[in-house]
């Protein structure tokens, strides 16, 4: 202990100082409550406007409610792609602390699948709304769903959620026109407003789906909600309910595209159906197909790679992109072009040899028929589709002309209005040989094009829709789905405009020509004499397109060929000839001969006309056929 | 017989019988403002958990017989016993080293039979300020410089025991306590202005000493948006709440920072952050009011206390108080770091409520055992 100053302590002075120093504490305190107030000053008053709103935004969250999808019809009415509720066992990933124990936890209930858990945990990984669930397994049988309700209250996280997905109770024969929807992908996310598409399970993504999806979809509800902390919701503020996206009347006939796919049997192939009268697509056909279900819910890599690898290319949409020779089909257009611009004239007498030569000593254009036909006119050159014929009118004209007239009918240009993804098929000029190959444009080039071979490339679609211009003599229609969207007539926004008439410089040009195609089947001679004996009128036009060149001289004999080789074959045609209610196209890949395109189409056409289907169609009959 | 009701009343407030007792009424009733007050805000930052208010009006209630059973302990007896409550929770900070029991990386308590736990760093709170202000009872103010480092060597051993636990918070209480004292006793103004000199470098040394969660909290105070969904999220969320209160608040109950979880520990350390948003800018003022009337009357019973130890005691353990409240408000309103120091007597439970209240037992003693003048 040091030392005591006891006896000269002075207690007042040193009480004082304390005092002192309390009072210097006291006013520190003053000061320091005063710094407190001031920062709450600055917090609550000052700074008070950005922290309400980071108030708000913590509480106030935005849910939106995905609407119902719009359905999708066929002419009478048959559902091609509806809504159907389904339970899916869904996850809210913030909710759940230790996915390894969840994961024992649920395996322990129902069985989910390695491939399940890895494509959820991809997916916890994407951009999404905080607290949104995700689905873990779709479409649980009622015996899962009883099961895991049973746990539910002890997995937190884990609920069971019921959603409408999207059905195409029809699959595989419909895949390629109404299209299919599947899961929205973070691409999608970049053309359509995120907002909407939250909750949302799929996307229209090809055919109908896809071109429509705007409207099918809808507008989706908007819910203003109060959530606490961990995403809970507590209330409700505003809402904004959901409009249902339109349902679409297409004018396919479910009954006619099922008919027509069955018709192509075992064949790869596609058969486009059109109303003259209006445009409108009656069947839409690109066989093979698949299951549109599929992809719904995002389709499994498996499945996936059998319809990728499978060499009949089921995903490829033939009527749309598949490029074909439009072969001998093409040939009432080219005599059209010819009469137009003063190349070819329904009087002229030709002399058909069995071959065709631009100079007398230049390479020789086989004609299909080995002997020639003789004496023949222009009329006669279609009954007969006399290939000299049309090597000698092409090479006279050039592919100028060739060019415009058939650009009038659609070829060489995306023409279907309501369907994306169709190719431009190639209708070939001079330009676009420099531009493709920088070589000009040979005499040689225009005769092989003359009968729809050589650089020219038409797809279904617009082989059937200068068919169906023909069919109503000139009449054009650009090919279209769909008849109505919702209760109102679909409109079309593509430029292109709805329907014009291609006038001809002789307007009865087009009567001769349906003779002419008329003959195709009533003549002793016609390529599609075995059609006859209808109680109605059928006009067509028979075409083989040749899959590889022959030699000059060499022979095609389907039997010693590999069937990939044979050629493909082909049909235009439209009935009844007078006032024509449906036109056709039809293409057998490799099928060899033109009498089975020409079989399916009259069928079809006994089919639509007298709408007498085989009874095994009934199903598709839809309402408005009853009674 | 108006008159002699009133006068019987009057003399109630007046002394005699409250001095009888050792109730220092001012002090006690400014407490049971402030305690009511925050029973009032725990309610609603409890969720209206009714349960849990009762758990601490009880904690309260035991706090308030600790308070009153040491009003009764005659401060001549606290200065004779201070050394060695001193040195006898030195050593148990010691055992908490070796035997400690804890949660969460902290090693805070020492167990006792029957369940209980005990935690002596709290205590030192108290026997801190009791040590160094018996040192200086039979010395010579101001102190020398010698005295001067003993003192801080007293501080320094029981600090670094308890920064060692770790507990930050309580550490730089205690030591507070023990600098109070020696400020009260007159330590010169040089010395203060040279420490103050020192502190960057005492806050580097401190800065080495600190465990990883510490330092995070440190430079998560200094940018909490830093790491906003990790330890910034506690502060955005208790600023958001207080700036979203506005001067007058949301109304009780109304909160929605507090109502729907946002905030988090919004009934323990977080609880002024309830009353800002409920109740404004206005009920903070009204709040901090309550506390500086509490200091007021501890600050006057200090000046006006007898003997140096009571007068250096009882204005440490005042300031302590409001340190324990600035530091408190300080941190939830984003201009001090998060250090985990309750608001005292408001926040929900802990040991602190216990030895708050019982530093008011000492200030009423002191006030109550003066002789009569």
Request: charged letters at 20%.
């Amino acid at each position: 202990m040091s030392r005591r100053h006891q006896n000269f302590r002075n207690y007042r002075q040193e009480q004082r100082l304390t005092q002192h120093r309390l009072i210097a504490a006291a006013l520190f305190v003053l000061l320091m409550a005063i710094i407190l107030m001031a920062r709450l000053f600055y917090l609550q008053v000052i700074e008070h406007d950005l922290y309400q709103t980071k108030a708000d935004d913590n509480r106030v969250m935005l849910v939106t409610e995905p609407p119902p999808r719009g359905l999708i019809y066929d002419r009478n009415d048959v559902i091609l792609a509806d809504n159907r509720p389904i339970h899916s066992l869904t996850i809210t990933p913030e909710r759940v602390d230790d996915f390894s124990q969840l994961k024992k936890q649920l395996s322990g209930i129902i069985e989910i699948s390695d491939a399940e858990w890895e494509d959820f945990d991809d997916r916890r990984k994407e951009y999404r709304r905080p607290y949104q669930s995700l689905t873990l397994k779709s479409q649980l049988t009622d015996e899962e769903w009883a099961k895991v309700a049973v746990d539910l209250y002890r997995l937190d996280g884990v609920q069971v959620e019921a959603q409408l997905t999207r059905y195409y109770p029809y699959g595989e024969a419909f895949a390629h026109a109404v299209g299919y929807v599947g899961r929205i992908t973070s691409k999608d996310l970049e053309t359509v407003d995120r907002q909407a598409y939250q909750g949302a399970l799929f996307i229209g993504k090809t055919g109908v789906e896809g071109y429509y999806e705007k409207t099918l979809f809808g507008e989706a509800g908007l819910s203003k909600v109060e959530v606490n902390a961990r995403g809970r919701i507590m209330s409700e503020l505003d809402r904004q309910n959901p409009t249902p996206g339109k349902d679409l009347h297409l004018f396919l006939d479910a009954r006619l595209q099922q008919y027509a796919y069955d018709l192509l049997g075992d064949y790869t192939g596609s058969v486009v159906a059109i109303d003259p009268t209006t445009g409108g697509i009656l069947a839409l056909v690109s066989k093979p197909g698949y299951d549109p279900n599929l992809f719904v819910r995002g389709i499994s890599y498996d499945d996936y790679n059998v319809l990728r690898q499978s060499k009949k290319l089921p995903l490829f949409n033939r009527a749309l992109r598949g490029g074909y020779p439009p072969a001998s089909t093409i040939k009432p257009f080219m005599a059209l072009a010819g009469l137009e611009y003063g190349f070819a004239s329904w009087t002229e007498r030709y002399f058909a040899k069995g071959y065709y030569q631009i100079n007398p000593d230049g390479r020789r254009y086989r004609d299909w028929k080995r002997t020639g036909h003789g004496w023949i006119d222009l009329e006669r050159s279609i009954i007969e589709s006399v290939d000299t014929y049309y090597y000698q009118l092409a090479n006279k004209m050039g592919i100028t002309p060739i060019h415009n007239f058939l650009t009038r009918f659609g070829f060489g240009q995306s023409n279907l209005l309501d369907l994306n993804g169709q190719s431009n098929g190639l209708l070939p000029s001079n330009e676009w040989k420099k531009a493709k190959y920088k070589e000009p444009w040979y005499p040689g080039d225009s005769v092989n094009v003359g009968i729809g071979q050589g650089f020219m490339v038409a797809t279904p679609v617009q082989i059937a829709s200068a068919t169906s211009a023909l069919a109503s003599r000139g009449h054009y229609f650009y090919p279209r789905m769909t008849n109505t969207v919702g209760d109102d007539p679909a409109v079309f926004e593509n430029g292109l405009g709805d329907e014009h008439d291609i006038v001809l410089k002789d307007q009865r040009n087009w009567e001769r020509m349906v003779v002419a195609m008329r003959k195709v089947i009533t003549d002793s001679h016609g390529t599609a004499r075995r059609l006859q004996g209808t109680e109605y009128e059928i006009a067509g036009k028979t075409g083989t397109g040749q899959v590889f060149s022959l030699q000059e001289d060499q022979e095609y004999d389907a039997d010693s060929l590999e069937k990939r080789l044979h050629d493909h074959a082909l049909f235009i045609g439209f009935a009844p000839a007078k006032q024509p209610k449906i036109s056709i196209f039809a293409i057998f890949e490799n099928g060899g001969s033109s009498s089975k395109p020409a079989d399916l189409s009259r069928a079809l056409f006994d089919a639509y006309l007298y709408d007498d289907y085989p009874d095994r169609y009934d199903y598709l009959k839809g309402n408005k056929n009853e009674g | 017989m108006k008159d002699s009701i009133y006068r019987r009343a009057l003399s109630f407030t007046n002394a005699r019988l409250w001095k009888l007792v050792h109730i220092d009424i001012l002090l006690i009733a400014s407490l049971l403002l402030l305690i009511a007050g925050g029973l009032f805000i725990l309610y609603s930052a409890s969720g209206q958990d009714v349960e849990m208010v009762e758990r601490q009006v009880f904690r309260l209630a035991v706090g308030l017989l600790v308070c009153l059973a040491l009003a009764q302990l005659p401060p001549k007896y606290m200065r004779r016993s201070s050394p060695a409550l001193f040195i006898f929770i030195s050593v148990l900070l010691i055992g908490v080293l070796f035997f400690g029991v804890g949660a969460k990386g902290a090693q805070r308590w020492l167990a006792l039979p029957g369940g209980l736990r005990f935690q002596p760093s709290e205590i030192m709170k108290i026997v801190m300020p009791m040590m160094i202000a018996w040192y200086f009872s039979d010395r010579q103010l101001p102190p020398s410089f010698k005295q001067i480092l003993v003192v801080l060597g007293l501080i320094v051993l029981p600090v670094l025991l308890i920064a060692k636990q770790p507990d930050l918070g309580t550490s730089l209480l205690v030591a507070v306590s023990g600098i109070f004292v020696l400020f009260l006793a007159g330590l010169g103004w040089r010395y203060i202005l040279g420490a103050a000199a020192l502190a960057p470098i005492a806050g580097y040394t401190l800065w080495q000493f600190m465990h990883d969660y510490q330092r995070q909290r440190v430079l998560t105070f200094l940018n909490p948006e830093s790491d906003p969904l990790g330890s910034g999220w506690n502060i955005i969320q208790s600023k958001t709440a207080i700036g979203s209160g506005g001067l007058y608040g949301k109304g009780f109950l109304e909160g929605t920072q507090a109502q729907l979880d946002f905030l988090p520990e919004s009934h323990t350390d977080f609880i002024i952050a309830v009353l800002a948003e409920e109740f404004g800018m206005l009920g903070c003022g009204v709040l901090i009011l309550a506390y500086l009337l509490v200091i007021a009357r501890g600050l006057y019973i200090s000046a006006t206390a007898e003997d140096n130890y009571a007068r250096l005691l009882a204005g440490s353990l005042t300031l302590t108080f409001f340190v324990y409240m600035f530091v408190n408000i300080g941190m939830v309103s984003g201009i001090l770091p998060v250090v985990g120091v309750p608001l005292p007597l408001v926040s929900y439970g802990g040991t602190s409520i216990i030895t708050i209240m019982a530093t008011f037992g000492i200030l009423m003693s002191i006030q109550t055992h003066k002789r009569a003048r």
